[in-house]
Every structure is written in C-alpha cells, then in structure tokens.
C-alpha cells in the first residue's frame, strides 16, 4: 500500500509499513513527519492552507486492475487478428461459392 500526500501542487507518494490495516497510518501527521523539508513549509499560511492538505492511501498493481489490463489486450489483440483474417476469409468464401455454382 502507498500514501499519497498532496500540498497544494505538490505531491509526494511513500510506502506505507506492512500490517493489519495500513491505510490508517496515511494521515496529515504521516506525511508532514515524511516530506521532503521545505515541500510543505508554512502548512497553515496562504500559499498551502490546511484545506489544501490531502492525503490518499492506495494499492498499485492490485490484481483487478491486472486483469482488466489483460482483458483489454486480449480483446484488442483479438479485433486486430479478426481485421487481418476477415479480407482472407471473404476471398476464400467467395472462391468456396463460385466452385459450388460452376462444379
């Protein structure tokens, strides 16, 4: 799991530590004991107010997302094959129904 912390523009994403539940660690006071100095300096003054302050904890490479990913490249490596074949297909049809007319 990762925690995203956004201060106004900008944003700094750190690996949360492995336990029961590790989204609870992804917090104001994570990421302020964790960013950059200066990233964040004057968190309450006018160029980074605390509302501007977020967090987001979230899993990269999660199996769903895998699977979508394989599902799309499957289909579309299926539609390019079925584009390729369907000129060959129709010709040989078109043989395959002349034959039968004439023989």
Known sequence: MFCKCFCGSNSTIFELPVIEKPCGNCTKQFCLDNVENGMCDGIADE???SNDFKTACFA????KDEII??????TVLGLVLFAIIMPFYNHWNKVVIYMHVFY
């Open 47 to 49: 160029t980074c107010p």
């Open 69 to 74: 990913v394989r599902i799309f490249l499957i």
């Open 60 to 63: 990269r490479d999660s199996f």
